[in-house]
């Protein structure tokens, strides 16, 4: 078998072929977009957002599970309310701006209040997380990209379940690929392929109308996941 012939064929593992319209299958789908890699972190440029004491950055990518939702409150709502009693409690008055001592004893707690956020921001970093963390908020987001809008955080779904499996079919075979020793890795990733494709045969049987519908959003051709499969 010559090597485009070899290029051509569906790799089982990836779910697409290896020639460049496999690639752009998997670049331009609904997974590969929102998946989270190291690549992807260590790019991703910090955000600045207004508090009381001035701007804050944080993260591009929260850990945790924090929407963009409670950023406000995590980031902006908290620290100044926090500020506020700490100033309250060293004074027992309420703030007045024209007096000078005040002012000082005000900047001071806003201060220390962007100080904890700041401290807080780094921890809810996703840049800063194990590969347990990483791999948690990206099963978040396939829960949340391929669970029907009628019924968010549909696990069972099979397209959710389906979308997962194959997230943790890339990270192992990205894994693999640095550590081509690991041959419990390399038995797990069988598992985790047949068991997609058990998914998959099922969704198809079922339902195929959808079957169709998710296979580009996952970046997967149907040759690579029907049919015997050699991994």
């Not at 780094?122 to 948690?136: E, P, Q, T, V, Y």
């Not at 990209?145 to 990205?174: C, M």
Request: glycine residues 4%; charged residues 25%.
């Amino acid at each position: 078998m010559d090597q485009s012939s070899h290029t051509d064929r569906a790799d089982p593992v990836l779910g697409h072929s290896k020639t460049s319209d496999g690639q752009k299958l998997w670049s331009e789908s609904d997974l590969c977009n929102i998946l989270l890699t190291p690549e992807k972190l260590l790019q991703a440029q910090p955000r600045q957002i207004s508090t009381e004491s001035g701007s804050l950055p944080i993260p591009q990518h929260l850990n945790f599970g924090i929407k963009s939702q409670e950023e406000e409150l995590i980031f902006q709502t908290l620290p100044d309310v926090a500020s506020q009693q700490a100033f309250f409690a060293a004074e027992k008055a309420q703030f007045d701006p024209a007096s000078e001592r005040h002012v000082q004893v005000s900047q001071s707690f806003e201060a220390k209040a962007k100080i904890n956020a700041v401290h807080l921001s780094r921890l809810a970093d996703l840049r800063n997380a194990s590969a347990a963390g990483i791999a948690a908020e990206n099963r978040r987001r396939c829960v949340e990209a391929f669970s029907p809008p009628d019924k968010p955080n549909d696990t069972g779904r099979s397209e959710v379940q389906a979308a997962i499996l194959t997230a943790q079919i890339r990270g192992l075979h990205s894994h693999l690929q640095q550590h081509t020793h690991d041959i419990h890795n390399r038995r797990s990733l069988r598992i985790l392929v047949h068991k997609r494709a058990k998914i998959l045969r099922y969704l198809k049987r079922t339902a195929p109308d959808r079957y169709i519908a998710v296979l580009p959003r996952l970046g997967l051709e149907a040759k690579a996941v029907e049919g015997e499969l050699i991994v």
